[in-house]
């Protein structure tokens, strides 16, 4: 780079300043947070690394020096974008991993879940594997990740991807592999929610208001007198 094009000593403290700017509003968005996703942390962390970017070219271009500071990039982790531009559709993957820290404290919360629900037969509060299920078909995710403290779990790390699709899937199209690279042998328990498990209910209803149908009518048909139906009855 030739002398002309340097940039002046002016602009490299400017851009010094820019950063200490930056990073007295990114630590006073991060003490107002809301939560984890605060926009206003994110937006603060983008502005701390734009000007920190600035401030280590032109200290590179002027001093011929380097700050100890590395922002990574988004490329660094994901391939460049070459999905729908105005998507139709989400999928939200999310995992987060937990350790068994205090497995009676486990147990203990599942034996509670258990006694509410007043469930017969052999209990499943009684092995780990077992209070998993009821914890997880009793509580949802979120829930449990912000009192897993309360269940003996531990935190360990997390991920929510969200990818953009032209149109929705199929419902029950992707319910019988939906994470291919999961050991269906190591999968503690899963809960389903589908518009397809629906549509089975009310096929089963359907076919329950034909047989009575028909059972009435056969009844008319002997001239027989009708019983108040059971208000159960359907």
Same mark, same amino acid.
């Given at each position: 780079?030739? #002398?002309?094009?340097?940039?002046?000593?002016?602009?490299?403290?400017?851009?010094?300043?820019?950063?200490?700017?930056?990073?007295?509003?990114?630590?006073?968005?991060?003490?107002?947070?809301?939560?984890?996703? /605060?926009?206003?942390?994110?937006?603060?962390?983008?502005?701390?690394?734009?000007?920190?970017?600035?401030?280590?070219?032109?200290?590179?271009?002027?001093? /011929?020096?380097?700050?100890?500071?590395?922002?990574?990039?988004?490329?660094?982790?994901?391939?460049?974008?070459?999905?729908?531009?105005?998507?139709?559709?989400?999928?939200?993957?999310?995992?987060?991993?937990?350790?068994?820290?205090?497995?009676?404290?486990?147990?203990?919360?599942?034996?509670?879940?258990?006694?509410?629900?007043?469930?017969?037969?052999?209990?499943?509060?009684?092995?780990?594997?077992?209070?998993?299920?009821?914890?997880?078909?009793?509580?949802?995710?979120?829930?449990?990740?912000?009192?897993?403290?309360?269940?003996?779990?531990?935190?360990?790390?997390?991920?929510?991807?969200?990818?953009?699709?032209?149109?929705?899937?199929?419902?029950?199209?992707?319910?019988?592999?939906?994470?291919?690279?999961?050991?269906?042998?190591?999968?503690?328990?899963?809960?389903?929610?589908?518009?397809?498990?629906?549509?089975?209910?009310?096929?089963?209803? +359907?076919?329950?208001?034909?047989?009575?149908?028909?059972?009435? #009518?056969?009844?008319? /048909?002997?001239?027989?007198?009708?019983?108040?139906? +059971?208000? #159960?009855?359907?």
């Amino acid at each position: 780079m030739s #002398d002309a094009a340097q940039p002046t000593a002016a602009e490299v403290r400017a851009a010094a300043e820019a950063v200490k700017t930056a990073l007295d509003r990114h630590l006073a968005a991060v003490e107002r947070r809301s939560g984890e996703d /605060d926009p206003a942390v994110y937006e603060a962390f983008n502005q701390l690394a734009a000007a920190a970017e600035v401030y280590d070219e032109l200290l590179y271009d002027r001093y /011929d020096e380097v700050t100890p500071f590395e922002i990574p990039e988004a490329e660094d982790a994901l391939p460049p974008y070459a999905g729908p531009e105005e998507p139709n559709a989400l999928s939200v993957l999310i995992r987060r991993d937990y350790a068994v820290a205090e497995p009676q404290r486990l147990l203990a919360q599942a034996q509670r879940i258990e006694s509410a629900e007043g469930e017969d037969g052999a209990p499943a509060s009684g092995t780990v594997h077992g209070a998993l299920g009821l914890l997880f078909g009793e509580f949802e995710p979120d829930e449990i990740a912000s009192r897993h403290k309360e269940f003996g779990l531990e935190e360990g790390d997390s991920t929510l991807w969200v990818t953009a699709a032209d149109e929705p899937a199929e419902p029950g199209e992707w319910l019988e592999a939906p994470f291919e690279q999961v050991d269906p042998q190591q999968v503690v328990c899963r809960f389903d929610v589908s518009a397809v498990f629906d549509d089975e209910i009310d096929d089963e209803d +359907d076919e329950e208001g034909e047989d009575l149908e028909d059972e009435l #009518d056969g009844d008319l /048909d002997e001239d027989q007198d009708l019983e108040p139906l +059971d208000a #159960d009855r359907r």
